[in-house]
């Protein structure tokens, strides 16, 4: 058995909101091959192992239901807050796309990244207003992924997204850190993105270097023990 951490990340003001994440800290007790499948019977929109702790850096992989990313917003957040809370607190988080640099400030738990590891996942299309974005239905899955959004206050920065991730197994994502990233750098400006039920990402864009600051706040929800693999759950988390 092994431990599955699961935790909210990009937890809204009023305490609604916030994606559940799952996290396996123990990530080589798990082998590479059953990550998948886990992924897609856990059906988080985002699955972490952490197969290395080293000092301030930690190494990560990470899959939603039906692939694995080479990045992603919530989940690099997410593990960040739960190695600090875990006393293994760390500086950088190594994904397949490169180096994340991550840190605490108050209650917030912040990543840098690059629009471009979204790898044309993410392609945010503008309403007019955000009652047209409440209004959208999601599509069926597989369909191509629809990142919605309008301006809630445009002078304030504020903003009001949905994404419909159909194209990566997810029918609607509740917080999305990698879509921040990308209208950060899309924007060029400060934004504070208010999606699904309540969430909250706060989005400062270094345009001068091409990064873009993530952050928002993380609560814990539970911890499962978890037969590790397919075969010795019989298909049953």
Do not use: C
């Given at each position: 058995?092994?431990?599955?951490r699961?935790?909210r990340?990009?937890l809204?003001?009023?305490?609604?909101?916030?994606?559940?994440?799952?996290?396996?800290?123990?990530?080589?007790?798990?082998?590479e091959?059953?990550?998948?499948?886990?992924?897609?019977e856990?059906?988080?929109?985002?699955?972490?192992?952490?197969?290395?702790?080293?000092?301030?850096?930690?190494?990560?992989?990470?899959?939603?239901?039906?692939?694995?990313m080479?990045?992603?917003?919530?989940?690099?957040v997410?593990?960040?807050?739960?190695?600090?809370?875990?006393g293994?607190?760390?500086?950088?988080?190594h994904?397949?796309?490169?180096?994340?640099a991550t840190?605490?400030?108050?209650?917030?738990?912040?990543?840098?990244?690059?629009?471009?590891?979204?790898?044309?996942?993410?392609?945010?299309?503008?309403f007019?207003?955000?009652?047209?974005?409440?209004?959208?239905?999601?599509?069926?899955?597989?369909d191509?992924?629809?990142?919605?959004?309008?301006?809630e206050?445009?002078?304030?920065?504020?903003?009001?997204?949905?994404?419909?991730?159909?194209?990566?197994?997810?029918?609607?994502?509740?917080?999305?850190?990698l879509?921040?990233?990308?209208?950060?750098?899309?924007?060029?400006?400060?934004?504070?993105?208010?999606?699904?039920?309540?969430?909250?990402?706060?989005?400062?864009?270094?345009?001068?270097?091409?990064?873009?600051?993530?952050?928002?706040?993380?609560?814990p929800?539970?911890?499962r023990?978890?037969?590790?693999?397919p075969?010795?759950?019989?298909?049953?988390?």
């Amino acid at each position: 058995m092994t431990e599955l951490r699961v935790i909210r990340v990009f937890l809204g003001p009023d305490g609604r909101g916030g994606n559940p994440l799952g996290v396996f800290l123990d990530g080589p007790s798990i082998p590479e091959g059953d990550r998948q499948p886990i992924a897609a019977e856990l059906g988080f929109s985002e699955t972490v192992w952490v197969d290395a702790v080293e000092g301030r850096r930690a190494t990560i992989r990470i899959h939603t239901p039906t692939i694995e990313m080479v990045f992603a917003g919530h989940p690099t957040v997410g593990t960040s807050w739960l190695l600090r809370e875990t006393g293994r607190p760390v500086d950088v988080l190594h994904v397949p796309a490169g180096d994340v640099a991550t840190w605490s400030d108050g209650d917030r738990t912040w990543i840098r990244a690059r629009a471009a590891w979204a790898n044309g996942l993410i392609e945010p299309r503008q309403f007019a207003t955000p009652a047209e974005v409440d209004a959208l239905q999601p599509g069926r899955m597989g369909d191509p992924g629809l990142y919605a959004w309008a301006w809630e206050d445009e002078a304030a920065g504020q903003v009001r997204v949905r994404f419909f991730a159909t194209n990566v197994g997810i029918l609607e994502d509740e917080a999305t850190g990698l879509g921040a990233v990308v209208m950060g750098d899309l924007l060029g400006r400060s934004l504070t993105i208010r999606q699904g039920v309540g969430s909250e990402i706060l989005v400062a864009p270094h345009p001068e270097t091409g990064f873009v600051d993530i952050g928002g706040r993380v609560v814990p929800m539970e911890v499962r023990d978890y037969a590790a693999g397919p075969t010795a759950r019989g298909n049953h988390p």
